[in-house]
């Protein structure tokens, strides 16, 4: 009865001495020895390790092996060095050609011996098209003029005209064309020397602007030979003129003989 | 912590009587059993199954990506080796190359050395030989030739002064372009030689001499060559131009002294004519 009495008294100091003793009392913590985690992760680790050598090592090795035949394939069969370097030896060989061919072509081969021929023919071999102007000049002196119309009648006169024009014409683009050839001489040449700095990876852009400069150099080789089939058309054409003014005049001196002859 | 509620649970009983005590208990007692609770449990961790997962990534996931990977590769290694780059197909290529070299090229070249001479007089033999033999070390000596077989132009006085131009014209004409036919033979040559080269390299046996991608450096040469080519052949051209204008100049003049005197004519009857 008495200690029932003195706890009930004290009950409140007791609670709050069993809340410190609680408070303070130590805490249950894990111990050291090894846990059965452990071993399952380092047996895990292990196999993700033998994995990883087998999967993604045996992988990677694969892939390295084709790699290293692609590469040797590439190097062996479709690039070779020594291969590049003789096709570029090639390109300078052509050059050398052409160079030849390019010195040869400068001989000169003028040929006239009278001062008005001397002239005209200097300025159709000039291969300057500065020269151009000047033809019609040089082509009077040796050709002639256009006759007057007191010398000739106007039928004659036109077909006269239209040959010279056309003679003259081609003249003056021939030197044009020798002069362009001259050029496409020089941009080809430029070229053959961008190839001999070039690689295979880049000789395909090399060559399609030599392509293009084909193309224009097609241009000017029909452009040339539009001028010369100008020229045969013309001469063609006074064939048919010498028949029709041919029949054309004995039509008119048959009508005069008859008409002389009537009179009489 | 059952204990810490038991006892304070006892506490609470002895001290019932008296309100505040209990409720100072009470208090004491929850705040003992919130500091000896323990903190909320972690979830279970499941290591070995965070290994299998890592397991399956590693060996499905990864695994097959190298795997598809790696197809790839050998994919495009067979293309290049059996399909693009076939050592076969090159090999057949150059032997194809060789094949025509052996069928066309002797017998072409052997078709070019006939060479017709059909001259049979000295001068114009001598002048035929110069003009067909595609040199340009004897380019000099055509003038004198062609003057041999033609003849040259009339002195002054022997001629009318529009007529000896017009001859001296059309032989300066004619030469110049036999001159630059000699010129272009030997460029021809040349060219033939550039083509023959081309021709041999590309169909070379040795992948060290031909090979697939040392063929567009050789491309490139060749469409500048071809380039030149027709520079060549626009020369030529421009020539026969030169040469097919003072042909049609020439009977043109013709045409104008004919004009000219057909007219004069004219006058002149009239002129007696009217005397009369």
Same mark, same amino acid.
């Given at each position: ?21 609680a ?11 090894p ?13 993700? /390790? ?7 090592? !045996?992988?990677?090795?694969s ?9 040797? #394939?590439?190097?062996t069969v479709? $690039? ?11 390109? !300078? ?6 160079a030849?061919?390019?010195?040869? #072509?400068?001989?000169?081969? *003028? ?8 002239q ?14 000047s033809?019609?000049g ?5 050709? !002639? ?22 003679a ?5 683009r ?38 293009? $400069? ?8 029909? *452009? ?11 001469d063609?054409?006074? /064939? ?7 029949? *054309? $005049? ?15 | 912590?059952?204990?810490? %509620? %038991?006892?304070? =649970? ?5 001290? @019932?009587?008296?309100?505040?005590r209990t ?5 004491? =007692? ?10 909320p449990?972690?979830? +279970? ?6 290994? +299998? ?9 990864? =695994?097959?990506?190298? =795997?598809s ?5 050998? &994919? ?25 070299i ?7 070249q052997?078709?070019? %050395?006939? &060479? ?31 003057? &041999?077989a033609f003849r040259p ?12 131009? @017009? ?7 004619? +030469?110049?372009?036999?001159m ?11 060219e ?5 080269q ?12 031909s ?12 469409v ?8 060549? @052949?626009?020369? @030529? ?9 003072g ?22 009857l ?5 005397h009369?």
């Amino acid at each position: 009865m008495h200690a029932g009495r003195c706890i009930r008294r004290h009950a409140v100091l007791a609670a709050i001495a069993l809340l410190m003793t609680a408070l303070v009392s130590p805490r249950q913590i894990q111990g050291q020895l090894p846990s059965p985690c452990c071993a399952v992760l380092a047996a895990g680790l292990g196999t993700i /390790n033998s994995t990883l050598g087998s999967v993604i090592g !045996g992988g990677l090795q694969s892939i390295n092996t084709v790699l290293s035949d692609i590469s040797n #394939f590439e190097q062996t069969v479709i $690039w070779p060095r020594q291969a590049i370097t003789r096709a570029l030896g090639m390109a !300078g060989q052509i050059q050398g050609l052409y160079a030849q061919i390019r010195g040869i #072509f400068r001989i000169p081969i *003028s040929s006239a011996t009278l001062q008005n021929p001397k002239q005209l023919e200097s300025i159709l071999l000039s291969r300057n098209p500065g020269q151009i102007p000047s033809t019609t000049g040089g082509y009077g002196a040796v050709y !002639g003029a256009v006759p007057t119309p007191q010398n000739a009648p106007p039928p004659v006169r036109d077909i006269i005209d239209i040959t010279d024009a056309v003679a003259q014409d081609a003249m003056e683009r021939a030197i044009a064309i020798d002069a362009i050839a001259d050029q496409e001489l020089a941009a080809a040449d430029q070229i053959n020397t961008n190839v001999q700095s070039a690689t295979p990876g880049s000789a395909p852009i090399i060559e399609a602007q030599a392509d293009a $400069w084909l193309v224009r150099a097609h241009a000017y080789t029909q *452009s040339a030979l539009a001028d010369l089939m100008r020229v045969r058309a013309i001469d063609l054409a006074n /064939n048919a003129a010498h028949l029709k003014l041919g029949s *054309s $005049w004995a039509v008119t001196t048959r009508q005069n003989v008859t008409t002389t002859l009537q009179h009489k | 912590m059952l204990l810490f %509620t %038991t006892i304070f =649970g006892g506490l609470m009983l002895l001290s @019932m009587e008296n309100r505040r005590r209990t409720i100072a208990i009470l208090l004491i =007692g929850c705040v003992a059993i919130l500091g000896v609770s323990p903190p909320p449990a972690q979830a +279970q961790f499941c290591l070995p199954c965070v290994i +299998q997962t890592v397991l399956t990534t590693v060996s499905q996931t990864i =695994g097959n990506w190298l =795997g598809s990977i790696n197809g790839v590769f050998s &994919n495009i290694r067979n293309l290049y080796e059996q399909t693009i780059w076939s050592i076969n197909a090159i090999n057949l290529a150059k032997a194809q190359i060789q094949s025509i070299i052996t069928q066309f090229r002797a017998v072409i070249q052997r078709t070019m %050395t006939i &060479n017709p001479h059909t001259a049979t007089l000295p001068n114009p033999t001598a002048l035929e030989s110069i003009i067909r033999n595609r040199a340009t070390g004897d380019i000099n000596s055509v003038p004198q030739l062609y003057v &041999n077989a033609f003849r040259p132009v009339p002195q002054a006085g022997a001629i009318a002064p529009q007529d000896r131009d @017009m001859t001296d014209m059309d032989d300066a004409l004619a +030469q110049d372009n036999l001159m630059m036919l000699k010129v272009a033979d030997q460029a021809q040559d040349l060219e033939l030689q550039a083509a023959d080269q081309i021709e041999n390299m590309v169909g070379n046996s040795s992948i060290n001499i031909s090979a697939p991608g040392s063929s567009s450096l050789i491309t490139a040469a060749a469409v500048s060559a071809e380039i030149k080519s027709q520079a060549i @052949m626009q020369k @030529m051209l421009a020539a026969m131009m030169r040469q097919e204008a003072g042909s049609v100049a020439h009977d043109n003049a013709l045409r104008k002294r004919t004009a000219t005197f057909a007219g004069q004519l004219q006058n002149n009857l009239t002129n007696v004519l009217q005397h009369k």
